[in-house]
């Protein structure tokens, strides 16, 4: 665009107020990435918000070059970097770790000195889990936020914040925090305007002075957390003036649904990641995208409109910050889930990443059969994504585990879907014959006997049953149990991520029991403050810390010797001849061929050797007991053992 006519569809005299602002030669970048947003951008806006599409262009531009104009220096080489290397999350060296700060080192001031744990780890990418001001008292464990633009107190400040960024910029990591894109807190300042009648928020919520609307709206719309916030919206009486009204509140009564249909809600959000995104932030996981547009009759999720809300914030976003990337939170079934990721009929940039939702619930779906067939069905089915786009592979987060197994991948495995998810349920609760875990239900439902589960990966796999019992071999196979799921996540491609805690095995912590505020929720046993006593002990091999913290380390070190791990092709499940072994192959265009296998029985299983190692043109690159041995023209995988394998 720098050098021809300026393009009609910009504001009058736009490319002269680039240049003023951004000088010649970021003025002439600037622009050049205005010219191959805005087919997609014009596209979206005019979807979204009609013959008002043009004005609110012209905001959405000059919101971001504002927020180019303000861009710190040390960033833009960052931007310059990636935009030479679009695709630098793809790398097999970036991989993730994801805490709460409190949790792990007490405050922001104190973290950069504990940097040389997670760089110990092979850590590029550290998520720290909601940190911006939330409400006092109630708040979602820091989902309600009142203020996008400063930390929570208790954790430090937004100056602590920059700092963090920059030394984790100084070590070649990047940092990636929850955005709330659905709601505020009661308590924002555009909450707290719209109820007073500033007509700069009006629009900004949605409030009806009588049941009648809500009750239509509900009788479509399943409740989030029916036991303690029925329904979707809340009386509040200050509303419409004084005289009351219900306002929409999806998740808790004090989370207020902002009206994206009102364009002044997309340009204020705009302007507070751009803002965030000035202050270090390098990737933004934007939190409950399926809820973000509502539509009569309709379950108010994964509509049209929540996809071109995000390629449009995406699009303005990075003419600011070219180096800034989004992770779609959406925990969704796979087909809805992959459209987070551009793929459309037509693709359009959207989210770089999403959570790999599915392979977590299919490992340890898997774990707990000795059976991968169920695995092999719903991954085999799965849509592929975009090549710009990765996944983020992870075996535990901070959340609960909601069986996501579909009655039709179920059945077409000879399973009943309803049986299964209970018996995985009893399972991992402890309760089921044989069970070496050690979680808990969480929000179970007596009477429809849906549930999900909390526990942390340690406990889940057997190392605190094993330990209570003083039992040794007990320990091993909770172990190699512990290493095969992570080897999955580690080889399967794009971004695999280590919840704090795990990289010690740390086991489920009821010490959140003392909280009032957090008892109610047994979710917090798997979120433990990081034992770092323990962590003095990983460096003795000896102890179970040392065992998987080395295991961890040898998988990441092996990951960042295989380009084929490029996170830009994906994995294809294949039968191998055993219903036990998971085995997947990734084939990269320019990097090669990467299969691995993953035995979830605990006995020896065997698979085709030629499936497996390309008619033996394949390398082991990696695996739990050396060289598998080839018997009779199959590779035999040892119980709870895995082996990756490349072409040279």
């Not at 992870?394 to 000879?414: K, P, Q």
């Not at 085709?608 to 590779?635: E, I, M, N």
Request: net charge negative.
């Amino acid at each position: 665009m720098s050098g021809g006519a300026e393009d009609s569809r910009l504001p009058v005299g736009f490319a002269g107020e680039v240049a003023t602002a951004l000088g010649a030669e970021e003025a002439d970048a600037f622009l050049t990435r205005v010219g191959l947003a805005l087919p997609d951008l014009t596209a979206a806006l005019t979807g979204l918000y009609g013959d008002r599409a043009g004005d609110v262009l012209a905001r959405g531009l000059r919101t971001a070059l504002a927020a180019a104009a303000e861009r710190p220096a040390p960033l833009r080489r960052i931007d310059r970097r990636r935009e030479i290397d679009p695709g630098w999350f793809q790398s097999p060296g970036v991989q993730g770790y994801v805490c709460y700060v409190d949790r792990f080192c007490g405050t922001l001031r104190e973290l950069p000195a504990r940097l040389d744990h997670l760089q110990d780890l092979g850590t590029t990418y550290l998520h720290l889990m909601p940190l911006l001001r939330p409400r006092e008292g109630e708040n979602d464990g820091g989902y309600a936020v009142a203020d996008y633009r400063a930390v929570d107190p208790r954790l430090g400040t937004m100056a602590d914040l920059e700092a963090v960024a920059a030394a984790l910029h100084g070590r070649g990591m990047s940092l990636c925090i929850d955005l709330v894109l659905n709601h505020t807190a009661r308590e924002h300042p555009w909450a707290r305007g719209w109820l007073a009648g500033d007509p700069a928020y009006a629009g900004f919520y949605t409030a009806y002075p009588d049941r009648a609307e809500p009750d239509a709206w509900d009788a479509t719309i399943p409740e989030v957390f029916p036991d303690r916030a029925p329904g979707s919206f809340t009386w509040v009486p200050e509303a419409l003036g004084g005289a009351g009204g219900w306002v929409w509140t999806t998740f808790w009564p004090y989370q207020w649904d902002l009206d994206y249909a009102n364009p002044e809600v997309a340009l204020a959000v705009l302007g507070e990641i751009t803002w965030l995104a000035n202050r270090g932030v390098d990737v933004f996981r934007m939190d409950a995208v399926p809820f973000m547009w509502k539509r009569r009759g309709t379950d108010c999720q994964n509509q049209p409109e929540a996809h071109l809300l995000l390629q449009v914030l995406h699009a303005l976003t990075r003419l600011a910050a070219p180096g800034v990337v989004f992770k779609a939170e959406a925990i969704v079934a796979p087909d809805d889930l992959v459209r987070y990721l551009g793929a459309h009929e037509r693709e359009r940039p959207e989210c770089e990443l999403a959570y790999h939702n599915q392979l977590m619930v299919l490992l340890w779906s898997s774990l707990a059969t000795g059976d991968v067939r169920l695995a092999r069905q719903s991954l085999g089915g799965m849509r592929p994504i975009p090549r710009t786009t990765t996944w983020c592979t992870y075996v535990r987060g901070h959340d609960d585990i909601g069986w996501a197994v579909t009655d039709t991948d179920a059945a077409a495995v000879g399973l009943d879907g309803f049986a299964h998810r209970r018996f995985l349920n009893d399972f991992y609760a402890g309760r089921f014959p044989g069970s070496f875990a050690r979680g808990a239900l969480f929000q179970e439902n007596e009477a429809t006997g849906d549930a999900r589960i909390s526990g942390t990966t340690a406990s889940l796999c057997g190392v605190e049953a094993a330990l209570e019992a003083g039992d040794d071999a007990a320990l091993d196979a909770a172990v190699r149990r512990f290493v095969l799921l992570h080897a999955v996540a580690y080889g399967f491609g794009g971004i695999p991520l280590l919840f704090s805690g795990d990289e010690l095995a740390q086991r489920n912590d009821a010490g959140y029991l003392a909280d009032p505020e957090l008892a109610p929720d047994n979710r917090w046993m798997h979120r433990p403050p990081l034992d770092w006593a323990a962590a003095a002990r990983a460096a003795d091999p000896a102890t179970v810390e040392g065992r998987v913290c080395a295991a961890l380390r040898e998988l990441g070190a092996a990951r960042r010797s295989l380009p084929s791990l490029t996170g830009d092709v994906g994995a294809e499940p294949l039968d191998a001849g055993s219903d036990a072994v998971l085995v997947w192959r990734r084939r990269h265009p320019r990097h090669g061929t990467f299969v691995g296998v993953a035995n979830v029985a605990a006995g020896p299983a065997s698979v085709d050797a030629d499936t497996v190692t390309g008619l033996g043109t394949f390398t082991q690159v990696h695996g739990s007991d050396g060289v598998l041995p080839v018997a009779d023209g199959r590779v035999v995988v040892p119980g709870h053992g895995f082996a990756w394998y490349a072409e040279g």
